[in-house]
């Protein structure tokens, strides 16, 4: 029977005890509804394979201890179909255990959170309500086991205070998080916020889509108390007494308001269940009681990592450790944060903007075709796709193929160079994206897919297996909100909830022939010949450029050809060049890479090389016979490139077309991958060349102060001036060539400067830089062969990516509004502008246009972190380049009847500016 409390003392304990065995269940839910989705999404036949990076993983990190300390998953040990579909099943069955405390409930808990853990990849574990339970399931290791559920409800001891209080600075954290970010910057033409985003959140329930047509003033309201509840009652949370329980009580009325509007998975309940514990009164001043000696070695790191974590939010949670600029700034702090996040124990908070949006919705559409003429949509089960699809109420279980096609729409995928600001796992960067694996799965038709794949959709236009689409396409549809006499008045057709609006395409006609881009793999347990079969994950030398400073010294591939670039000799230099000679060091350099990545392929896979035909030295020698020559002489003439216009003659997409005409897929890729060795080698080079000048920089500075010397330096001139100031006062200053520099800020610019470098230079030169050593007094900075570009590209005059640096007024200007009209960048992007990356470019014009023609509003300013010399992706910085001169590509792609939006003036609402048959706008008011 069991026991209820009959103190004070025995009530906090009760509370504690009941809280655990509720989070064991919220457990339950969340690993329930994975056990539907995770062999249709992460199956060997499914959207995206775990098997993929895991393979690869054991390639470039041979050592399981590397494996499981960077990628941390039991999936190692096993990844076959049956073990992915009991992972969930045994995780249920441990929560329940843990809830009931039948046998061993804190062990329970350790293997429920590792199973979450090693579905993190697997599933896409990345969402706030994900990051919540990963950190709410560790904090419970640290409290004392509940009793037996027959016998009582409580814990074996109170918990320990230092414990207690992590959980109220975890809510504190989530809280104020998501209230920073939500109200930092935001203006009195946001007023409308809550109200268009009833609409534009990704799974809207019906609830909410009534509600959004209620007066703008009740929206104003809600937002002034959703402001007090999350930024001011947080607060309360620290406070003994009614403070925190009316902080609790606010944060618990909150969340019944959200989950009745919108569909979050399980972060309402998961929220709603941690304010439980702010009802124990004495924990915050309760001493006696230590439940575990160890609980405060664990908390002291915890609540240090979570204290770094909480200027972010949750989309670089998992992220910003790894950001370059900021791992070269503070590389031991950061190797703390690194460990935390990869495990999972710390999380930032916070997820949407500040900024009122129109109250629309961008959903990309699958649609397939036997004939080219006539498609038909497949409807996703609970995200929109037509006009009668009604807002359902799914949550607390979680459609995570839905919930992420939503963000695709967006351009928010791991298929893009600014994927880094939201994840450092180095295989998810690809051309191919999720959407495109899902379209060749539904291309093969009954051969060799997961039937549970089609069981994602809510329709399936082509039911019958044996007889596929022939053809698919992503169409990308706007949906508007219908007004409710509309929607009640739309006769036997149902109700019409939305106004749809063809907005162009998403990804473009795909068809069994043409899908085959990518080389032919071979995969134990899948056929070799198959067309549709996709490409692996990205090998080292294809990762992103702003991945390689923080990885290359963890993978085996990049550590080994970083040592090489320091042991090339400078004396095999000019005399006796011999391309062929097998002395030449840098081209056996790259075929050396190549033949240790085959040999560790084959010990990963034990079967075949699953990146294609291994590269000899022919396909070296190629690379510079015929692609280098065919790439470069585009790149460095500006009369044979045009940016401007993209379909021309001499535009990008043209020049693209003819490598893929004129070369196979298969060639084009092994070039792709020669490229990255050497663009590698290239940008390990610069990088510790940018190092050692910022290392001497600073060690003169250190010296100069010492002397006690002020440095000299002008407003206007920044770093310049201070430079030469220093100079004419001691002309021993260790930086040889520094004031004729400039240096960036972004090691996504380093790498395309690397790219072009390699494909302009030409071989004798690139051999030439890599064989000059490391000393100030070679100015290997100020010699290459294209200084004054990249001085024009990078107008940054500081000493070392990422270090501490002055830029000038001059170099802001250029920085934020030059790079549109920038000649220079032209030139640099070149070379990725025409490789396999070509379509996402084009993929990412048309949304920075699409944003820009339907939302009548003045962008905001570049973030500071970006603007004056920050830490976030660089590849943010070009995407106003790429919208104007892929103008053409966008206009083509983007139907002139879409719909604009007029944005709000103060305290105001968004106005529809619709188009007639004859293009001419008028105006209407949002319903």
């Not at 690993?31 to 995770?38: C, E, G, K, R, V």
């Not at 959709?457 to 508007?480: C, G, K, Q, T």
């Not at 070009?878 to 206009?891: G, I, Q, S």
């Amino acid at each position: 029977m069991i026991a209820f409390p009959s103190s004070e003392a025995d009530i906090d304990v009760w509370i504690w005890g009941v809280f655990v065995r509720l989070v064991a269940l919220v457990a339950v839910l969340a690993l329930s509804s994975a056990i539907s989705q995770i062999i249709p999404l992460a199956g060997k036949n499914g959207v995206t394979p775990a098997i993929f990076q895991l393979r690869a993983a054991k390639r470039d990190f041979p050592e399981l201890w590397r494996r499981i300390l960077y990628f941390p998953t039991v999936l190692h040990f096993n990844c076959s179909d049956a073990f992915l579909q009991l992972l969930p099943i045994l995780g249920c069955g441990f929560a329940l255990c843990a809830a009931s405390a039948v046998f061993l409930p804190k062990c329970c808990l350790a293997c429920c959170w590792i199973i979450m853990l090693s579905l993190r990849e697997a599933l896409g574990l990345f969402y706030p309500w994900d990051c919540l339970m990963h950190e709410t399931l560790f904090l419970c290791l640290l409290l004392p086991a509940p009793l037996h559920c027959g016998d009582s409800l409580a814990l074996t001891a109170p918990p320990h205070p230092l414990v207690a209080f992590a959980f109220r600075f975890l809510l504190f954290r989530l809280m104020i998080g998501f209230g920073k970010t939500k109200f930092i910057g935001s203006k009195n033409t946001d007023s409308c916020y809550i109200k268009n985003f009833l609409i534009g959140l990704p799974l809207p329930t019906r609830v909410g889509w009534y509600a959004q047509k209620a007066p703008l003033p009740l929206f104003m309201a809600a937002l002034g108390v959703m402001f007090a509840i999350e930024c001011v009652a947080p607060f309360l949370l620290f406070f003994t007494g009614w403070p925190r329980l009316l902080a609790a009580a606010s944060i618990f009325a909150l969340q019944l308001g959200i989950q009745c509007t919108g569909n979050f998975g399980y972060f309402n309940v998961l929220t709603s269940v941690l304010c439980l514990p702010m009802l124990d009164h004495a924990s915050a001043i309760h001493l006696s009681s230590v439940a575990s000696p160890f609980a405060p070695v664990l908390i002291y790191p915890l609540l240090l990592g979570a204290l770094l974590y909480l200027p972010f939010n949750s989309w670089v949670s998992l992220s910003a450790a790894w950001w370059p600029q900021l791992a070269v700034r503070f590389p031991r702090l950061l190797r703390l944060t690194r460990a935390l996040a990869t495990w999972r124990l710390v999380h930032s908070y916070g997820v949407f903007p500040p900024q009122s949006n129109p109250p629309v919705r961008w959903v990309p559409v699958i649609q397939g075709s036997r004939d080219g003429d006539t498609w038909e949509d497949y409807e996703w089960r609970h995200l929109t796709t037509k006009a009668g699809s009604w807002p359902t109420v799914v949550a607390p279980l979680h459609p995570r193929l839905d919930h992420s096609v939503f963000y695709h729409a967006l351009g928010m995928t791991g298929s893009n160079f600014k994927y880094t600001l939201s994840s450092p796992n180095p295989y998810a960067y690809s051309p191919h994206t999720m959407l495109h694996r899902l379209c060749r799965l539904l291309l093969r038709g009954h051969t060799g897919v997961e039937p549970g794949v089609l069981k994602l959709f809510r329709r399936n236009p082509f039911p019958d297996p044996s007889e596929p689409p022939r053809l698919l396409r992503v169409a990308l549809m706007l949906f508007r909100p219908t007004a409710i006499p509309e929607m009640r008045n739309s006769g036997d057709a149902g109700p019409r909830w939305w106004h749809r609006h063809d907005a162009g395409i998403h990804y473009g006609v795909m068809a069994l022939p043409d899908l085959n881009h990518a080389p032919p793999v071979t995969v134990p347990g899948w056929p070799a010949e198959d067309p549709l079969q996709p490409r692996p994950p990205p090998p080292p030398e294809l990762w992103h450029f702003e991945l390689w400073p923080v990885w290359q010294n963890r993978t085996l591939a990049l550590s080994r050809l970083a040592k090489q670039v320091l042991q090339l000799p400078s004396t095999l230099a000019s005399p006796g060049w011999d391309p062929q000679n097998r002395d030449w060091e840098v081209r056996n350099v790259v075929l050396d890479y190549f033949a240790a990545q085959e040999r560790h392929d084959a010990a990963a896979h034990r079967s075949a090389n699953v990146l294609g035909v291994p590269i000899s030295m022919g396909s070296i020698t190629t690379f510079w016979e015929e692609y280098v020559p065919e790439v470069g002489k585009w790149a460095g003439d500006a009369t044979g490139m045009d940016w401007e216009r993209a379909e021309g003659l001499n535009g990008v997409s043209t020049r693209r077309a003819q490598l893929c005409s004129k070369f196979s897929d298969l060639l084009l890729y092994q070039w792709e991958r020669v490229l990255g060795v050497l663009t590698f080698l290239l940008f390990h080079k610069l990088d510790r060349e940018w190092r050692n000048m910022a290392a001497a920089r600073a060690q003169h500075g250190r010296k100069r102060r010492s002397q006690g010397v002020k440095p000299v330096a002008s407003v206007r001139g920044g770093a310049r001036d201070a430079v030469e100031g220093a100079r004419s006062q001691d002309d021993e200053l260790p930086c040889v060539g520094y004031e004729k520099c400039v240096i960036g800020g972004s090691y996504f610019h380093l790498g395309m400067v690397c790219q072009y470098v390699v494909v302009h230079a030409g071989e004798e030169e690139l051999g030439r830089i890599l064989r000059c050593p490391d000393v100030p007094e070679n100015d290997l900075l100020t010699s290459l062969p294209c200084a004054e570009l990249v001085a024009q590209i990078i107008p940054w005059e500081g000493v070392t990516l990422g270090a501490a640096h002055v830029i000038s007024g001059a170099s802001k200007s250029a920085r934020t509004m030059g790079y549109r009209e920038s000649p220079e960048l032209c030139h640099v992007m070149y070379p990725l502008g025409v490789s396999s990356w070509h379509d996402t470019f084009v993929f990412c014009a048309v949304k920075e246009r699409l944003k820009e023609l339907t939302s009548k509003r003045d962008p905001p300013p570049p973030p500071k972190l970006v603007r004056d010399g920050g830490v976030l992706p660089g590849f943010m910085e070009v995407l106003p380049f790429l919208a104007d001169k892929f103008v053409e590509r966008a206009a083509i792609a983007i139907p002139s009847d879409l719909p604009a939006f007029r944005s709000p003036g103060p305290y105001g609402d968004w106005e529809v500016l619709l188009k007639d048959s004859d293009h001419r706008s008028k105006t209407s008011k949002v319903n």
